[in-house]
């Protein structure tokens, strides 16, 4: 099995932060599953929804390629899931995304789930997420700490900064806490990375999640269940698939002015 994971840090800008998720990843991944971990340039380095669309572009182009390549699956790697939607209304291999994936598995581990995410500039993207997702009622609270996504790279390396975001994560999430949160989830993977050093991660009694195994694990068990079945994606509504010549317009459109 073959799995594109699609971060949206370029190895140049995130050396250190590459080098934890390939060992991490290649750590939780089964067996025989090959995870090979792409990037995007300019890497996302601002939080700001005008930068999600832009790379929401390549990844729908990468998710093209990786099929092409021959991948088994197409992970986005980037909690935010800009072009997921638009991901699986062209490639017929599965796309799982992590921002997705990590709040589906919240529901199984609390009735209440909170997100931390590292800028408030994050939190109404989280709300349109949280509402497309149909989640309102179970991802109840949205707070932020205040980093650029290049900022808390430095925190990789580092147990001091490590130690230092740990704890403006915690100022974050104890008043999600006290309100009855019952399940924490960095709102993204550079944190969950981050954190993922932390044994038994908690605020109180509330649970601090990993997305990122959560998100690999859903795609090995999508390309399992799409052999042994051949389930996929509907393609009824949400996800009619663009015909050929409308996806290869896309890919051949200049990606500037």
């Known amino acids: 099995m073959r799995i594109w994971y699609q971060s949206f840090v370029d190895e140049e800008n995130g050396a250190t932060y590459w080098k934890y998720l390939r060992a991490h990843l290649a750590q939780i991944a089964d067996p025989g599953t090959e995870v090979v971990v792409h990037g ?60 997705e994936a990590t709040m589906l598995h919240a529901c199984t581990l609390g009735q209440r789930s909170g997100i931390v995410t590292i800028n408030r500039r994050f939190i109404p993207w989280f ?7 149909g989640l309102r009622e179970r991802i109840t609270g949205v707070h932020a700490m205040q980093f650029e996504p290049g900022q808390i790279l430095s925190a990789f390396g580092s147990g001091d900064r490590l130690s230092e975001v740990a704890g403006l994560f915690e100022a974050q999430a104890r008043p999600l806490v006290d309100q009855g949160v019952e399940v924490l989830i960095p709102g993204g993977g550079i944190p969950m990375l981050l954190f993922a050093q932390i044994n038994e991660h908690r605020v109180g009694d509330a649970p601090v999640i990993n997305g990122i195994p959560i998100t690999l694990k859903s795609a090995e068990m999508a390309v399992k269940l799409r052999a042994l079945t051949g389930l996929g994606v509907s393609r009824v509504a949400e996800y009619v698939k663009a015909p050929d010549h409308v996806i290869e317009e896309f890919l051949a459109h200049p990606k500037g002015l």
């Open 40 to 99: 995007i340039s300019p890497h996302d380095s601002y939080a700001h929804p005008i930068v999600e669309m832009r790379c929401a572009r390549e990844v729908v182009c990468n998710a093209v390629r990786a099929e092409r390549e021959g991948y088994d699956a197409f992970v986005i790697g980037h909690f935010q899931d800009a072009g997921l939607y638009e991901c699986r209304s062209v490639v017929d291999i599965p796309v799982v995304s992590l921002g």
């Open 127 to 133: 709300h349109h997420q949280i509402g497309k997702y």
